[in-house]
């Protein structure tokens, strides 16, 4: 599990995004291969002529991108949760992903699926779902027994905190779902799903190092307890 903290005020001062957007940079040697593989993995899934048609070839290329996909985020996940605390020590951010990994992929299909119903039902439930559970996949990666359980302690402890940071990164997405339009229509296939994946991959780098430094100001580790400060 992450490191103890003693106080807030070491990780970041006034913005945690704008303290995040310094310190993903810690994991440059572990961040720029995974993001950059990732993309190359999800641009090369786009097959012509098998998607998005409903085939056996479309769920094996389906979930072989969300295998990797989730991996990439494991492996970022344990690296940003280091990277907001100080130096990254590379070996144990894959244990952690080697030991988190079956605990990993169940709660992201979970989640999926919950978001799937969420955008189902209306566009509302889908980003309500995405805003109350900023903290889920962290706690699962630094080891909580109760996940879903520490993701809404960790809202209720920084609730202003959090509040402030989901409407920053409201515009942040409407911006750069604007920028992946233009991407699409002015390149496209391939090539455009490959720009769109690394700029996707860099910006979720900082936005998970933003919300790892919330949530290490909440929980720290004390005789062996965790319990939110």
């Known amino acids: 599990m992450s490191a103890p903290v003693s106080a807030h005020m070491n990780l970041y001062r006034f913005s945690a995004l704008a303290t995040a957007f310094v310190r993903m940079w810690r994991a440059w040697r572990i961040l720029l291969p995974v993001v950059v593989v990732n993309a190359l993995v999800?641009?090369?899934?786009?097959?012509?002529?098998?998607?998005?048609?409903?085939?056996?070839?479309?769920?094996?290329?389906?979930?072989?991108?969300?295998?990797?996909?989730?991996?990439?985020?494991?492996?970022?996940t344990a690296a940003m949760l280091q990277a907001a605390q100080g130096s990254v020590d590379y070996r144990s951010v894959w244990e952690v992903l080697r030991a988190r990994w079956l605990s990993l992929l169940l709660w992201s299909l979970g989640l999926v699926i919950a978001l799937i119903i969420g955008f189902a039902l209306y566009v509302l439930p889908g980003f309500a779902i995405l805003a109350?559970?900023?903290?889920?996949?962290?706690?699962?990666?630094?080891g909580r027994s109760r996940p879903?359980?520490?993701?809404?302690?960790?809202?209720?402890?920084?609730?202003?905190r959090w509040l402030v940071t989901i409407g920053v990164l409201a515009v942040l997405c409407l911006i750069i779902?604007?920028?992946?339009?233009?991407?699409?229509?002015f390149v496209g296939g391939?090539?455009?799903?490959?720009?769109?994946?690394?700029?996707?991959?860099?910006?979720?780098?900082?936005?998970?190092?933003?919300w790892a430094l919330i949530y290490q100001t909440v929980w720290t580790e004390h005789s062996g307890q965790h319990s939110p400060s």
């Open 190 to 210: 391939a090539g455009g799903s490959l720009i769109g994946w690394i700029v996707l991959g860099f910006v979720a780098s900082w936005f998970i190092c933003s």
């Open 177 to 185: 779902w604007m920028l992946a339009l233009v991407d699409s229509f």
């Open 148 to 160: 879903l359980r520490v993701n809404f302690q960790t809202i209720g402890a920084r609730w202003g």
């Open 42 to 76: 999800q641009a090369a899934l786009l097959i012509p002529g098998l998607m998005p048609y409903l085939s056996v070839a479309f769920g094996i290329a389906s979930l072989l991108s969300f295998v990797v996909l989730v991996f990439a985020f494991g492996v970022v």
């Open 132 to 142: 109350v559970t900023p903290y889920l996949l962290l706690a699962v990666v630094d």
